[in-house]
């Protein structure tokens, strides 16, 4: 991204994406989210999806009701790669909440370890993935459909 760009223009772009990307690879079926923008937490990830739906509004203060968001992070790191990058990693986190939503384990060992499941569904919404030794199919790339 540009260097001279806001944070409300990363936030506004990255939301936009979101969007995009939902409409032409999910139909619209994933629930509105919520995109954070943090630090790598292990210096090694690119963004990440909760597991669950971890942020809450309240509707007009009503404490009865409230409008529960899934999370996708995007690490402040990879607000430097190119825009196909980041839609990369943006549809792999969507891949993510797509099988949460579908109660589909798609992980294990905390995360890391993508499995088969992970694979068939990331496939099926624009992404290419090759499995490596230690993490499975976490390995993502835009297929040239996508890009």
């Known amino acids: 991204m540009k260097r001279n760009t806001t944070i409300q223009d990363i936030q506004y772009t990255l939301e936009k994406l979101f969007n995009d990307l939902n409409s032409e690879y999910y139909n619209n079926e994933l ?4 995109i954070t ?11 990440w999806a909760t597991a669950g739906e971890v942020w809450h509004q309240k509707e007009n203060g009503d404490s009865e ?4 968001y899934y999370e ?18 943006m549809l792999h986190e969507m891949a993510h909440i797509y099988n ?4 589909i384990i798609d992980t294990s060992r905390n995360g890391t370890y993508h499995n088969k499941r992970f ?4 496939q099926a919404h624009g992404l290419i993935c090759e499995s490596t030794p230690n993490n499975g199919f976490a390995h993502t790339e835009l297929s040239k459909q996508t890009i």
């Open 37 to 47: 923008i943090m630090k790598s937490r292990h210096g090694k990830e690119l963004g």
């Open 31 to 34: 629930p509105p989210i919520l």
């Open 100 to 103: 949460i939503q579908r109660h």
């Open 72 to 89: 996708i992070n995007i690490c402040a790191d990879a607000l430097y790669l190119s825009i196909n990058d980041i839609a990369e990693i």
């Open 65 to 68: 009701n409230t409008n529960s």
């Open 119 to 122: 694979a068939l569904t990331a």
